[in-house]
C-alpha cells in the first residue's frame, strides 16, 4: 500500500489542524492505521492508532483528549484532528500501515511495514 501524507503547516499554539493520509494500492480497512510524529533530534514517537474498521482507538498521553484519529474506508483515508496544539507538538507527522498488527503492538513504529512520506506540524508561540 502507498500512503501520502498531508495537511501539515504553521500553526499558532492553541489553533488546530487536520492531517490526512490517502491510502492506494491494497484493500484499506484490510490495514489498521497510525500516527508517529518525529520532533528534530528526538526519536519516533507513536501519536495514535485505529483500528480495521475505526472501531477502536489508541492515543498516546500526550495527545490523548486533544487529538482524534479517524478513517474513511470509503475513501481510502485517515484523519488526526489536531486541537489545542502545543510548541511540543511541533514534528514531522507520519502515518503507517500494517495488516498483521496486534493491539498490543499499536505503539511499535517497527511494527508498522508500510509509511508516508510525512508532513510538518509547525508550532508559533
Known amino acids: 500500500v502507498q500512503l501520502q501524507a498531508s495537511g501539515g503547516g504553521l500553526v499558532q499554539a492553541g489553533g488546530s489542524l487536520r492531517l490526512s493520509c490517502a491510502a492506494s494500492g491494497r484493500t484499506f480497512s484490510n490495514y489498521v492505521m497510525g500516527w508517529f510524529r518525529q520532533a528534530p533530534g528526538k526519536e519516533r514517537e507513536f501519536v495514535a492508532a485505529i483500528s480495521r474498521s475505526g472501531s477502536s482507538t489508541f492515543y498516546a498521553d500526550s495527545v490523548r483528549g486533544r487529538f482524534t484519529i479517524s478513517r474513511d474506508n470509503a475513501k481510502n483515508t485517515v484523519y488526526l484532528h489536531i486541537s489545542s496544539l502545543k510548541p511540543e507538538d511541533m514534528a514531522v507527522y507520519y502515518c503507517?500501515?500494517?495488516?498483521?498488527?496486534?493491539?498490543?503492538?499499536?505503539?511499535?513504529?517497527?511494527?508498522?511495514?508500510?509509511w508516508g512520506q510525512g508532513t510538518l506540524v509547525t508550532v508559533s508561540s
Open positions: 503507517a500501515a500494517d495488516q498483521t498488527l496486534y493491539s498490543s503492538a499499536y505503539y511499535n513504529p517497527a511494527a508498522y511495514a508500510y
